[in-house]
């Protein structure tokens, strides 16, 4: 989600954290937005649903657009 709150990819994903595994997995998501020109600033965070519904905190982001 972005840091306004907003979906930003709606497919949700299965990750696995087995007992013994690293604690941190690397997942990509696309974004898009309709300006030609300029820069989009924001963050984005995870969304947990399960064992406890959490976010993440969030990590910022910049998108820059050149016609």
């Known amino acids: 989600m972005s840091a306004q709150g907003a979906v930003v990819d709606p497919r949700w994903r299965t990750l696995s954290f087995p ?8 997942e990509s998501v696309r974004v ?3 300006a030609q ?3 989009l600033s924001s963050a984005m965070a995870a969304e947990i649903l399960s064992p406890l ?5 969030a990590v910022p ?7």
Do not use: M, N, Q, W
Not at 19 to 26: E, L
């Open 53 to 57: 519904e959490k976010v993440s905190a």
């Open 32 to 34: 898009t937005t309709y």
């Open 19 to 26: 007992a013994g595994s690293p604690d941190a997995h690397r």
């Open 37 to 39: 020109a300029g820069t």
């Open 61 to 67: 982001f910049s998108l820059t657009c050149s016609p």
